[in-house]
């Protein structure tokens, strides 16, 4: 106790109640699964972009194209647009039902192979969303995928533009699905969370700032959009928020049966598993077992 007990009892505790209530100790863990959780999915939604960007550099390199996202885009990215709604998440309330979790094990960790592959599979359909649209834009000028080059320095612009615009909209989207891990994203409200809409707020001045404000248009290689540009774009939010939600149980289904194989081969029980092996049990699934969830047929 950190009032009544004694100082012996206060040096050789591993706890002490500031307050003499035990109720604290509730508190205490209640705040600290929620700092937790916000901290995992601050990892997730800011390592979204990054394989957001990743897939610019895969095209670039893959298809022979113009470099679709500058490394000035990158850093307007990274430092700047997304460090208001990243911050504002660690500010998320605690989800309901939070105390009635068990235990978390030890073994787990702020960024795990789940926070990986959720940032992943999302980012990289982020990405791919972007560059479709910078592509477009690129070939009304009669360019086309191989060549490495533009002659119309505007159209590139254009394209450059609707990467950056196109990576942020996906993120707004990411935002809103990475808020709660329990409940329906559309039931939780944006009202729960003031900090979330100043800084998306914040996000989307910066942003047509960057776009629409002569002078920031030759330090980011930006260009201004047509509002028709901008409902497009921003057209991936819903989209992006439901396709995390449909692809979620594959993910964890996957990486149920990752963590048994990784149980398996600590036991040192002799486990082999080769691509003929995953085909076969998934055929099992689909014609004789369609009811079942793929981790029950692998597990």
Known sequence: ?????????????????????????????????????????????????????????IAFVLLQTPLPLAIVGILLIDLVLDIPPSLALTLEPPEPGIMERPPRKKENRLFNIKSL???????????????????????????????????????????????IVGI???????????????????????????WLLIAILIELLI????????????????????PLDWIFLYSIVPENTSCLRQLSPFIASFLLFQEKLSYLRKKKYHYSLNLSNVITRLFYLLLHKPEKKISQVFL
């Not at 942003?207 to 260009?223: A, G, K, Q, R």
């Open 1 to 57: 106790m950190g009032i009544t007990g004694t100082d012996v009892a206060r040096e050789s505790a591993d706890m002490i109640l500031m307050d003499d209530n035990f109720a604290s100790i509730v508190n205490g863990i209640e705040e600290g699964r929620s700092v937790f959780d916000n901290l995992q999915k601050f990892n997730v939604y800011v390592f979204t972009h990054n394989w957001a960007e990743l897939a610019t550099f």
């Open 207 to 226: 942003l047509f700032s960057v776009v629409y404000i002569p002078f920031f248009s030759p330090v980011f290689n930006t260009i201004s959009l047509q």
């Open 168 to 194: 942020m909209a996906g993120q707004l989207g990411m935002l809103i699905a990475t808020r709660t891990n329990i409940k329906s994203t559309f039931s939780v409200s944006l009202r729960h969370n003031k």
């Open 117 to 163: 592959a959720r940032s992943g599979y999302i980012g990289l359909f982020i990405g791919s969303f972007a560059l479709v649209w910078c592509f477009y834009a690129w070939s009304q000028t009669g360019w086309s995928i191989g060549q490495p080059s533009m002659t119309d320095y505007t159209a590139y612009l254009k394209g450059t533009t609707m990467v």
